[in-house]
């Protein structure tokens, strides 16, 4: 399965492709769409949507995960949030894509991040988990994207049956590769006797 995450914003939306292949987690390409800050509301929106319909068109993706709005004290901020995320969803369904959202906390502990966690956690853990090199993610925009659409084939995973245990000639899914990666960042340490 191939998946485009979204980390929307309004004057910078993040996206990452990742796809599942063979049982491993593969790193596609990742970008952040930059819009002029200046300018007005509706010009942004407009040039967000051009660019988000061009990396779908470029990656194919199967399906977009996005992270969804957290609490804001400023209520409009969480407006302009609202119509950028608006923007990610009108892409995806203009394509004719399936579309998932998800908590920000989610997302973070999808990737082995506290739900707490700030962003250079989460991107530390995606660099690990995909092998991206830390100078390709010039933004958290980006790696926040990949570790939502990381967070998706992981509930992907969790929704199918478990794969058996190896060797039996069946392969894992992307999820289950991720949780075998993940398993030391979230098992507790065994009691000391």
Same mark, same amino acid.
């Given at each position: 399965m !191939?998946?485009?995450?979204?980390? /929307?914003?309004?004057r910078?939306?993040?996206?990452?492709?990742?796809e599942?292949?063979?049982? $491993? &987690?593969?790193?596609?390409g990742h970008?952040?769409?930059k819009v002029v +800050?200046?300018a007005?509301?509706?010009e942004?929106? $407009?040039?967000?949507?051009a660019?988000?319909c061009?990396?779908?068109q470029?990656?194919?993706?199967e399906?977009? %995960?996005v +992270?969804?709005?957290f609490?804001? !004290?400023?209520a !409009?901020?969480? &407006?302009v949030?609202?119509? =950028?995320?608006g923007?990610?969803?009108l =892409?995806a369904?203009?394509?004719?894509?399936p579309?998932h959202e998800?908590a920000? %906390?989610?997302?973070?502990?999808?990737?082995?991040?506290?739900g707490?966690?700030?962003?250079?956690?989460?991107?530390r853990?995606v660099r690990? &988990? &995909?092998?991206?090199?830390?100078?390709?993610? +010039?933004?958290?925009?980006?790696?926040?994207?990949?570790?939502? %659409?990381?967070?998706?084939?992981?509930?992907?995973?969790?929704?199918? /049956?478990?794969?058996?245990? /190896?060797?039996?000639?069946? !392969?894992?899914g992307a999820?289950?590769v991720?949780?075998d990666?993940?398993?030391?960042?979230?098992?507790r340490p +065994?009691a000391?006797r």
């Amino acid at each position: 399965m !191939r998946v485009l995450g979204v980390d /929307p914003g309004s004057r910078f939306m993040g996206f990452g492709v990742v796809e599942e292949k063979k049982g $491993k &987690l593969v790193h596609l390409g990742h970008g952040v769409i930059k819009v002029v +800050e200046s300018a007005p509301l509706a010009e942004r929106l $407009k040039d967000l949507h051009a660019a988000l319909c061009a990396a779908l068109q470029r990656y194919q993706p199967e399906a977009v %995960a996005v +992270e969804g709005l957290f609490t804001f !004290r400023n209520a !409009r901020s969480a &407006l302009v949030l609202g119509h =950028a995320r608006g923007v990610a969803l009108l =892409a995806a369904a203009q394509a004719g894509l399936p579309v998932h959202e998800y908590a920000p %906390a989610s997302v973070k502990k999808s990737v082995g991040a506290s739900g707490a966690g700030g962003k250079d956690a989460v991107a530390r853990m995606v660099r690990t &988990l &995909l092998g991206v090199e830390e100078a390709t993610l +010039e933004r958290a925009d980006a790696s926040d994207a990949l570790a939502v %659409a990381l967070c998706h084939l992981n509930q992907f995973r969790v929704g199918m /049956p478990r794969a058996s245990a /190896p060797g039996n000639g069946k !392969r894992k899914g992307a999820a289950s590769v991720l949780a075998d990666r993940l398993s030391s960042a979230y098992q507790r340490p +065994e009691a000391r006797r």
